[in-house]
């Protein structure tokens, strides 16, 4: 009788497992209680979870390869060129674009945008109404950036005439290609195509581009560029190098501005161009995506291995890509995200999530580093604290930590790094991501920028695949 009344004398606090809502009644009372984050995994079939557990030291073993390709990567930023003569398999007739492939029928409005400011740009249409009907007529085609080495923010448009950064991985001797970022608004990658915008791409082509090609080639006579370490500088900074890259444009400028004065064909020039990056804190994304993009190939086609590789979106599609599984994408509807809208928009403006610069959570950065970045809650919302949780939660479904990209908050513990696809079926826990938002309709461009948790329905397909090819 002792023992009973021990153990129902004191008062013992609940235990819920529900929605939270439910402890609503509870905090009204006073009544003691926990809130359990659980949440059930997410469902896939028995032939795939028995094939899984049948081939888990197998999985495992190949991630640690996979995982050891990451980590060891070393990009550099090493040129520039004309996509046209340096991305694979480019042609005067292609537009890449972000995410997953997808027909002109499919594309979301800021990508039709996109696709119709390049052909505006590239002399192939001389309106927006021909250009329209060049790309439904099936005159060009299209294929997505990554796969051709490459990477493109929002729309992700690249064109054959667009310069793109040549980014090498030192270690393992891929290449990667970005464009040069022309800025936050009205732009090409938001689905901008007015004559400001096709001007703007011009100057870029013309002026910015041939500048920064020759200080490049100056700078890496002297001493390597070295992204991976510019990125863990810049983590140190308050950037997370996703949504904001303002210490990572800051360095980047501060490495390059005495070749840009140097070498620059006028003075007028150099101003130009260094007011031109100075302007756009955002300049250094492209190549913070261009340095995952090189960082993660090489870990693509490790047979058995469950580690993602790609997240991409297109505005219609969320795609992502395992190292087990190859080439092969799997697919779900993009989400919608949540946002912080400009003056005169709001949700109902935005279009689905769209971009390959989820290529940055899905190396350990961005969303993934957002605690590195507590400044960022005033462009994207939420607060700094959530930010820190939104971290946390990524060491859940990942495999290592970063040693190079570490978060002072954190007591520099490196960033979560590898995403394991059976980890987010697993925990039910999807990838965070921060994001610009576009408007739904093409030609109007930026609204806003937010953050969204990846949809399931990919990292589930991609499981069932993966299991598939263990079989």
């Not at 990567?73 to 537009?95: F, N, Q, W, Y």
């Not at 297109?314 to 890509?321: E, H, K, L």
């Not at 928009?345 to 689905?352: E, F, L, Q």
Request: hydrophobic content about 45%; charged content about 20%.
């Amino acid at each position: 009788m002792k023992t009973q009344k021990n153990l129902f004398g004191p008062e013992l606090p609940l235990i819920l497992m529900g929605l939270e809502s439910f402890t609503e009644p509870l905090k009204q009372r006073g009544t003691r209680h926990v809130q359990m984050d659980f949440r059930p995994s997410l469902s896939i079939s028995a032939k795939a979870r028995a094939a899984l557990a049948k081939h888990e030291a197998r999985i495992n073993e190949a991630n640690q390869e996979a995982i050891s390709r990451i980590l060891t990567a070393r990009p550099m930023l090493v040129g520039m060129g004309r996509a046209l003569d340096v991305v694979p398999g480019m042609h005067p007739k292609l537009i890449l674009h972000a995410g997953p492939p997808i027909t002109w029928e499919r594309m979301c409005g800021p990508m039709r945008g996109g696709v119709v400011g390049a052909l505006l740009y590239e002399g192939l249409a001389s309106t927006p109404e021909e250009a329209e009907k060049m790309a439904a007529a099936g005159e060009v085609e299209f294929s997505p950036c990554h796969e051709h080495s490459a990477v493109g923010p929002m729309a992700g448009i690249i064109s054959a005439s667009m310069p793109v950064f040549i980014v090498r991985n030192e270690t393992h001797g891929n290449l990667a290609f970005a464009t040069q970022n022309e800025g936050l608004g009205k732009v090409l990658r938001y689905g901008a195509f007015s004559p400001e915008v096709v001007t703007r791409l011009k100057w870029m082509e013309q002026t910015l581009y041939p500048t920064l090609k020759t200080a490049i080639e100056k700078a890496v006579s002297k001493s390597a560029l070295d992204l991976k370490t510019l990125i863990a500088q810049a983590l140190h900074m308050g950037d997370e190098v996703h949504n904001r890259n303002r210490a990572a444009t800051s360095l980047l400028y501060r490495a390059l501005a005495p070749w840009i004065v140097e070498t620059a064909p006028s003075r007028e020039v150099a101003s130009e161009v260094l007011q031109f990056v100075n302007s756009n804190d955002h300049f250094f994304l492209n190549l913070s995506m261009a340095a995952s993009k090189a960082s993660l190939a090489p870990a693509l086609g490790v047979p058995g291995s469950s580690v993602v590789v790609t997240m991409a979106r297109n505005g219609t599609d969320f795609g992502v890509q395992l190292s087990g599984t190859g080439a092969r994408w799997f697919t779900g509807a993009a989400p919608v995200p949540d946002a912080l809208f400009f003056k005169g928009y709001t949700k109902a403006d935005a279009n689905p999530d769209l971009g390959d610069s989820a290529i940055t959570e899905t190396a350990g950065l961005g969303g993934f580093a957002i605690a590195a970045s507590p400044a960022i809650v005033q462009f994207v919302g939420g607060s700094a604290a959530d930010a820190v949780q939104y971290t946390l939660q990524m060491y859940e479904i990942t495999l290592t930590e970063n040693p190079v990209f570490q978060i002072p908050s954190l007591d520099f513990r490196g960033t979560p790094t590898g995403i394991d696809a059976r980890r987010v079926v697993a925990k039910n826990i999807l990838p965070f991501i921060d994001t610009g938002v576009a408007h739904k309709l093409p030609g109007i461009g930026q609204v806003g920028a937010g953050v969204l948790s990846a949809p399931s329905e990919p990292f589930v397909r991609a499981i069932e695949g993966l299991a598939e090819a263990l079989a």
